[in-house]
């Protein structure tokens, strides 16, 4: 079975400090996402990795930046966290090649900015 | 850009056949239609991927019409196991900017 996890299912920060959010996948997948997810708005990509070192924003990375040193594993860093930061974040990873692969997502890592 | 539509919420009765319709205009020539099943607390599984016509395994069916700028998931004789939120996913992976998620129906089974 793939594996995603993720660091942590609960998450509370405070305004201004520096998050990370850890993501591992047990597949060799060469493809990996953080997504963000809000009442009302769905999945919102917020950056994609297709190989080490190698990220392309997505709709929202405003605020967010990334790490990919190795393929198994995919960080989310938020810089300096904000209150509109609150969320659900959501890790996933497909292998990749031409079409539209399985996503495997992580089970969620719920952060709350105070 | 392959932005998709669909609608809020969806009500059913315990053994109805169940349609979820997802709206994408734009879809472009590479873009495939995936579907993906949410529970509360989980993150969003995988249930059924297609190009264009049918589409059938043992959860659900997808039927694609020519134009390809929709697409529906049929839910067969649904339980109350399949409580869930759905999201239609259109693009494929050739970029960041070709991959759109729904907003999400979310279909709630009644006994």
């Known amino acids: 079975d793939v594996k995603v996890t993720q660091s942590s299912r609960y998450l509370v920060k405070r305004t201004g400090e520096k998050v990370f959010l850890e993501c591992v996948q047990d597949?060799?997948?060469?493809?990996m996402f953080w997504y963000r997810q809000d009442p009302g708005l769905g999945l919102r990509l917020i950056y994609f990795s297709y190989d080490v070192k190698m990220k392309e924003k997505g709709d929202i990375p405003e605020g967010y930046s990334v790490s990919r040193e190795k393929k198994e594993r995919f960080s989310l860093i938020l810089e300096s966290a904000s209150t509109n930061q609150t969320s659900m974040y959501l890790c996933?990873?497909?292998?990749?090649?031409?079409?539209?692969?399985?996503?495997?997502f992580g089970p969620g890592t719920r952060l709350t900015v105070t | 850009l392959a932005k998709t539509t669909q609608p809020i919420s969806m009500d059913s009765y315990e053994g109805q056949e169940v349609n979820i319709t997802c709206s994408h205009n734009?879809?472009?020539?590479?873009?495939?239609i995936t579907w993906y099943q949410q529970f509360p607390s989980q993150g969003p599984r995988f249930i059924i991927q297609g190009y264009k016509t049918k589409v059938t395994n043992e959860v659900a069916s997808l039927f694609i019409p020519a134009d390809r700028k929709s697409s529906t998931l049929s839910l067969p004789r649904v339980s109350l196991s399949d409580t869930a939120v759905y999201y239609c996913l259109v693009g494929d992976y050739t970029g960041a900017n070709n991959l759109f998620f729904g907003t999400g129906t979310r279909l709630t089974v009644i006994p």
């Open positions: 734009n879809i472009a020539t590479n873009d495939y």
């Open positions: 597949m060799d997948h060469e493809n």
């Open positions: 996933a990873s497909t292998q990749g090649g031409q079409g539209l692969h399985e996503q495997y």
